[in-house]
C-alpha cells in the first residue's frame, strides 16, 4: 500500500479536518504500515491493530493534547504514536536509543501518562480530570481500558470513587473478548444512537430538573423515571453495573466503523457527569494470522532476530520454558501442587501445565494481590500453590505477600520471571527490584538459580519446605544448562556453591552472572590474578559459614547481581562483613539507582558493567589487592 496521508501528520490537528473517507484511508494506512514495521523489528502487534479506528476517531473529536488521552498499559498506542508526530522515529520503536513500546511522558506532551501495567487509566484519568478543580483549567479526559484490564480490582476501586466525585471524565472500555452477536445489531446501534443524542439527553435531564421542582410527590416521580430507565437498560444493553456506580453507559457500538465512532464521541464529549463508552473490537484486526491468534501475535520478535534474548548455549530451553517443565514433572507425582498466575499463562511458560492440569491451574486474571492472598488461602488447608508471577508485576502485591503469607509463616512459593533486565519493555518491565523487596520480608527464603539445573532443584527444595514463604527469581534469557531427564537434589537451605577455588579474590554471584564470574576469572588467571567463584544460590538466609571463611583470607570481595545495588545482595554481604569486622574491600557491582532504559538484555548488562567485563575492571581498580591484612 502506497502511503498517501500518514507521512504528512504531524500532529492530529492535521486530521480534524478530514472527512470519513479520509479517516478510513488513514486509518487504513496506519494498520499497513504499523504491520510493516512491526513484523521486521519486532514489538507488540495484535493489540495496536485492534484499535487504530478509535485512535484515529479520538484524535478527531478531541483537542489533543490540551484534551487528556489516557491509554491504559499502553502497548495498543503505536497508532496514537504514529498520530503525534512520531512517524518518522516509528521503526525505533522498542529499539535501544530509540522510542519506548509504551507511553512515556518524556517522549511526546501527548502522552498523557506512561504505563506498562494494566488497570491504571481510570484512577489516572479521575486524578487528572479531578485536578482542573484544583488549578482551574479546563480540558476534557478520555481513558481507554480494555477488557482484559477491567480484571484488575483497580479500575473498581477507580470507577467507584470516579462515580463518587461526578467529575465529568469519558471511559472508554475496549472490548475485545465478548462474543458481538448478542450485542451489535440494528435495534442495539438504534438505542445507542438514541441514548448518545443530545436531544435525548438534554430533554432527559430537563424531565429530571422538572420533576425535582414538583410541590409534591417528586422522589416518587423521580424513582419512577430512574426504574424505567434502568429496566430498559438491564433489559437491552449491558451496562447496569457502570450505571449502578454513577457512570452513564453508551454502547456497545461497533469499533471498527469510524461513521459510528466519530459522531458518538462527538454527542457525549460534552457531557457534565461520567461515562463509559461500550466499543466491541478484535486483536489483531487486519492481519489474519493475528485475529486468528492474538496471543501468540500480542507480540512479535524481529524477522531473523533472537531480539536480544541471551542464548549462549544452542538448544538450551529459557527459564520460562525449564519453569513450565518443571512444574508438570513435579504436579505428576505431588497431587497437593497447583500453579496460579495473573493473566499470564504464556508469558510464565504455563500453557502445558494449564492443558495437562486443567483442574491445578488457576488464572486468577490481572489481579496480583488477589492471586497471593488466593494462595494464601490455599495453603492453610495443605495446598501447595506456586505464584508465577513476572518481578515487576509481582511488586502490585507486596502487601498481601507481607501480611497475607509472610506474617502467616505460610509455605507459598513465588517464582519471579523476568527477573533483571527484561529487555525491549524498559523499565516498567525490568525486575531490578526484587532481591530489595524481598529480601527484607522476615522469614521468607529468596533464591535465584544459575541454570535450569539448578531451577530444578530449588523449586524441590522450595516445595519441600515448610517454614515459611520461598521466592525463585530468574531472568528473561537462556537456562545456560538444562537435562529434562535429570534428578532433583534437595538444597539446604541457605547454602552456597563454591564453583572454583582461588587465593586472591572472592567473587560472589547470583544466578547467571556466576558463569559471567567464571569467565572473567580465566581471563584474571592468566594476569596471575587467582579468583574463588560462589554460587550464591540462595540470596536470604546467606551462607554465614562460607562468609566467615573468607575474612582471613580475601582482600578483595565483589558481589555481582543482575538487582539494583541499593537493597540488594551486595550490600548485605558487605554490611555483614563491616559487623564482623572485615578490613578488605567489598565491591558491589549491579544495576544503578536509576530506572534503565529499553533495550537487548545482554547490551544493556555491558553496558552498566554487570558482565564479565565489569568484574574484570573492578579487580583492576582494587587498592593494594593482594596485600593481605591482618
Known sequence: MQLKLLPNIKSPADIREFSPKELQQLADEIRFHTIDVVSEIGGHLASTLGVVELTVALHKVFNTPTDKIIWDVGHQAYAHKLLTGRFDAFPTIRQYGGLSGFLKRTESEYDVFGAGHASTSISAGVGIAESQKHTGKKFKVVSIIGDGAM??????????????????????????????????????????????NPIYNRIRDEIWNITGKLPFGKRTARSMLHRIEESLKSLLVPGMLFEELGFRYFGPIDGYNIDELVPTLERIKNLKTPALLHILTKKGKGMEVAENDPIKYHGVKPNGSSNGKVSTTKNVPIFQDVFGLLVCEIARNRKDMVCITAAMREGTGLVPFAKEFPKRFYDVG??????????????????????????????????????????????????????????????????????????????????????????????????????????????????????PHGQAELLPIGSWEIMKTGTDVALLAVGTQVFDAMEASVKLSQSGISCEVVNCRFVKPMDEAYLGSIIGRFNQVITLEEGIITGGFGEGVAAWLAVKGYKGEVQNIGLPNEFVEHGPRDLLLKKLGVCEAGIIEAVHTVKNPFEIKE
Do not use: W
Open 151 to 196: 480484571t484488575g480490582g483497580l479500575a473498581f476501586e477507580a470507577l467507584n470513587n470516579g462515580g463518587h466525585l461526578r467529575t465529568p471524565l469519558l471511559v472508554v472500555l475496549n472490548d475485545n473478548e465478548m462474543s458481538i452477536s448478542p450485542n451489535v445489531g440494528a435495534i442495539n446501534t438504534y438505542l445507542t444512537k438514541i441514548v448518545t
Open 366 to 483: 490481572i489481579a496480583e494481590g488477589h492471586g497471593v492472598t488466593f494462595a494464601a488461602g490455599l495453603a492453610t488447608e495443605g495446598v501447595r500453590p506456586i505464584v508465577a508471577i513476572y518481578s515487576t508485576f509481582l511488586q502490585r502485591a507486596y502487601d498481601h505477600i507481607i501480611h497475607d503469607v509472610a506474617i502467616q509463616h505460610l509455605p507459598v512459593v513465588f517464582c519471579l520471571d523476568r527477573s533483571g533486565i527484561a529487555g525491549e519493555d524498559g523499565p516498567t518491565h525490568h525486575g531490578t527490584l526484587d532481591i530489595a523487596y524481598l529480601k527484607c520480608i522476615q522469614d521468607l527464603v529468596l533464591a535465584s538459580p544459575k541454570d535450569g539445573n539448578e531451577l530444578r532443584h530449588l523449586l524441590y527444595t522450595a516445595l519441600d519446605y515448610q517454614g515459611g514463604p520461598f521466592a525463585i527469581r530468574y531472568p528473561k534469557s537462556s537456562s545456560l544448562r538444562f537435562d
